[in-house]
């Protein structure tokens, strides 16, 4: 299989475009290229990587409107970098990252629209949304002071954090709260960007919206402490499933016998177990877990 992807190169083109065009336009310095190119570049071989390892051969529609609004994000990158040596065309900026925005609801419309919908692209979906909010707090730190670094920075914490705590590794339950947070700090980083309030309205604003990502988070690691235990057995009981299922087939090959009636099922439930999980945890599918989601994460 071939480890180049046309899309994430084709991404590349673009985002060179992009910066062309501000470059003509607003003007771009060498700060602004470079930040630019740097995260074109990393955008392409990341991207390109998770496909491969996704086994995904080209981008779905979903994808592909994921891909556009990362290369806006890549434009507002670079004129946030440029900002630190010459004044930012502010107006041209929150079009920018407005149009991200709205793009955001647009990608998943259109994978649910299309059935394409998969680990890959909410992955690849919540990384441009995370980076987009950094390099917001970046781009308004001058003026509201470093603590709105907080905002941006809290997703990498958490991830920092599960390298180092094995229970807070794996999958998070779906939760709808937890988008409409994510929506509210870029909304509320585009508006403190423009100016569009006078300048304690902004802070209070700005307070506001870290306090509901603490919350956010706050619940997602309690969630994951408190059914570290039940993640942890199921994890287990997927792995003697994998064995025992590997133990009968490899005895079936050995007999030259037919399956019984009770491979189909257990086929079935190893199944069901994966769904790309890192914990193999089917929030939907398994009862214990399905009581869990009830019972405590309240999702």
């Given at each position: 299989?071939?480890?180049?992807?046309?899309?994430?190169?084709?991404?590349?083109?673009?985002?060179?475009?992009?910066?062309?065009?501000?470059?003509?336009?607003?003007?771009?310095?060498?700060?602004?290229?470079?930040?630019?190119?740097?995260?074109?570049?990393?955008?392409?071989?990341?991207?390109?990587?998770?496909?491969?390892?996704?086994?995904?051969?080209?981008?779905?529609?979903?994808?592909r409107?994921?891909?556009?609004?990362?290369?806006?994000?890549?434009?507002?990158?670079?004129?946030?970098?440029?900002?630190?040596?010459?004044?930012?065309?502010?107006?041209?900026?929150v079009v920018?990252?407005?149009?991200?925005?709205?793009?955001?609801?647009?990608?998943?419309?259109?994978?649910?629209?299309?059935?394409?919908?998969?680990?890959?692209?909410?992955?690849?979906?919540?990384?441009?949304?995370?980076?987009?909010?950094?390099?917001?707090?970046?781009?308004?730190?001058p003026?509201?002071?470093?603590?709105?670094?907080?905002?941006?920075?809290m997703?990498?914490?958490?991830?920092?954090?599960?390298?180092?705590?094995?229970?807070?590794?794996?999958?998070?339950?779906?939760?709808?709260?937890?988008?409409?947070?994510?929506?509210?700090?870029?909304?509320?980083?585009?508006?403190?960007?423009?100016?569009?309030?006078?300048?304690?309205?902004?802070?209070?604003?700005?307070?506001?919206?870290?306090?509901?990502?603490?919350?956010?988070?706050?619940?997602?690691?309690?969630?994951?402490?408190?059914?570290?235990?039940l993640?942890?057995?199921?994890?287990?009981?997927?792995?003697?499933?994998r064995?025992?299922?590997?133990?009968?087939?490899?005895?079936?090959?050995?007999?030259?016998?037919?399956?019984?009636?009770?491979?189909?099922?257990?086929?079935?439930?190893?199944?069901?177990?994966?769904?790309?999980?890192?914990?193999?945890?089917?929030?939907?599918?398994?009862?214990?877990?399905?009581?869990?989601?009830?019972g405590?994460?309240?999702?």
């Amino acid at each position: 299989m071939s480890t180049v992807r046309r899309g994430p190169v084709i991404g590349l083109l673009a985002q060179i475009g992009v910066l062309a065009v501000l470059a003509q336009t607003v003007g771009l310095g060498p700060a602004g290229w470079a930040a630019g190119l740097v995260y074109g570049v990393l955008l392409c071989a990341l991207l390109s990587r998770g496909m491969i390892r996704a086994g995904a051969p080209d981008l779905s529609p979903a994808d592909r409107v994921t891909l556009s609004r990362a290369i806006l994000v890549g434009g507002v990158t670079a004129l946030a970098a440029d900002s630190f040596t010459r004044p930012a065309p502010v107006t041209v900026m929150v079009v920018l990252t407005s149009v991200a925005l709205a793009l955001d609801a647009v990608d998943g419309y259109t994978a649910r629209r299309t059935g394409t919908s998969s680990e890959l692209g909410a992955r690849f979906d919540m990384e441009i949304d995370s980076f987009l909010v950094l390099v917001l707090c970046l781009y308004v730190t001058p003026s509201t002071g470093a603590w709105v670094l907080a905002i941006g920075a809290m997703r990498y914490v958490f991830v920092a954090a599960s390298w180092v705590l094995g229970w807070m590794r794996g999958s998070l339950p779906p939760r709808y709260w937890r988008k409409v947070v994510a929506a509210v700090q870029g909304v509320v980083l585009t508006v403190a960007m423009g100016d569009a309030l006078p300048g304690p309205l902004t802070t209070v604003v700005l307070v506001a919206s870290l306090a509901l990502l603490v919350e956010s988070f706050g619940r997602d690691v309690r969630w994951l402490w408190t059914t570290r235990r039940l993640r942890h057995a199921v994890a287990n009981d997927a792995a003697d499933q994998r064995a025992g299922i590997a133990h009968g087939s490899d005895a079936m090959v050995h007999a030259g016998s037919q399956p019984s009636h009770s491979a189909p099922s257990a086929g079935a439930g190893l199944t069901g177990l994966g769904h790309g999980r890192t914990d193999g945890l089917p929030w939907p599918e398994h009862r214990p877990v399905a009581v869990a989601r009830r019972g405590i994460a309240r999702v």
